[in-house]
Antibody, heavy 121, light 107 residues
Framework: EVQLVESGGGLVQPGGSLRLSCAASGFTFSNSWMHWVRQVPGKGLQWVAR????????TYADSVKGRCTISRDNAKNTLYLQMNSLSDEDTAVFYCVRDKGGSYYHGVAADWGQGTLVTVS | DIQMTQSPSSLSASLGDRVTITCRASESVNKFLNWYQQKSGKAPTLLLY???TLQNGVPSRFSGSGSGTDFTLTIDSLQPEDFATYFC?????????FGQGTKVELK
């Protein structure tokens, strides 16, 4: 069974930084494209970033480009999102997502973690 | 960016009803349209991908159709566990974009 468990969210002041983590299990993590998707409470969803299985390819939404870094540690089966220069517009629940394609990119969110809330205030 | 517009934003329906939600893209996304269900306080779950392919484990009362810019999600015979918010999502472009959601409520 695929399990994705996020951690690292919390309250941070504007301009601050936060690193989110996602512990993955139940699948071959190193072969899987992974993503971060966020949701402003009560609002819609936004894809934040993606990373290939070997970490050789990353892509960011324009809204976070230059402020966020997605990374992974395949030895630890863990996905990360480093977020800097946070503003109140970054307040959201951040979800760790496994791509349906596995080793090839599909762009479909097959499995989601429970989410971690980031509040910038 | 490709804009995704869902309609309606919310609807009220009764158990056993057939429900249809539409999603329109501002430009063609080919067949790369996905549907997710989100229950209150929970993470979204994948229902259908590539417009009409049912994700493993999803009941067959859910179906999807469409291509290009116009897509529909249909729920045949609405069940109590189907009351939720539904999002469409285009994966034609890198990272993709989501619709604003359609909340299905009990009439």
């Amino acid at each position: 069974e695929v399990q994705l468990v996020e951690s690292g969210g919390g309250l941070v002041q504007p301009g601050g930084s936060l690193r989110l983590s996602c512990a993955a299990s139940g699948f071959t993590f190193s072969n899987s494209w992974m993503h971060w998707v966020r949701q402003v409470p009560g609002k819609g969803l936004q894809w934040v970033a993606r990373i290939s299985g070997d970490a050789g390819s990353t892509t960011y939404a324009d809204s976070v480009k230059g402020r966020c870094t997605i990374s992974r540690d395949n030895a630890k089966n863990t996905l990360y999102l480093q977020m800097n220069s946070l503003s109140d517009e970054d307040t959201a629940v951040f979800y760790c997502v496994r791509d349906k394609g596995g080793s090839y990119y599909h762009g479909v969110a097959a499995d989601w973690g429970q989410g971690t809330l980031v509040t910038v205030s | 960016d490709i804009q995704m517009t869902q309609s309606p934003s919310s609807l009220s329906a009764s158990l056993g009803d057939r429900v249809t939600i539409t999603c329109r893209a501002s430009e063609s996304v080919n067949k790369f349209l996905n549907w997710y269900q989100q229950k209150s306080g929970k993470a979204p779950t994948l229902l259908l991908y590539d417009a009409s392919t049912l994700q493993n484990g999803v009941p067959s009362r859910f179906s999807g159709s469409g291509s290009g810019t116009d897509f529909t999600l249909t729920i045949d015979s609405l069940q109590p566990e189907d009351f939720a918010t539904y999002f469409c999502h285009q994966s034609f472009t890198t990272l993709g974009t989501f619709g604003q959601g359609t909340k299905v409520e009990l009439k």
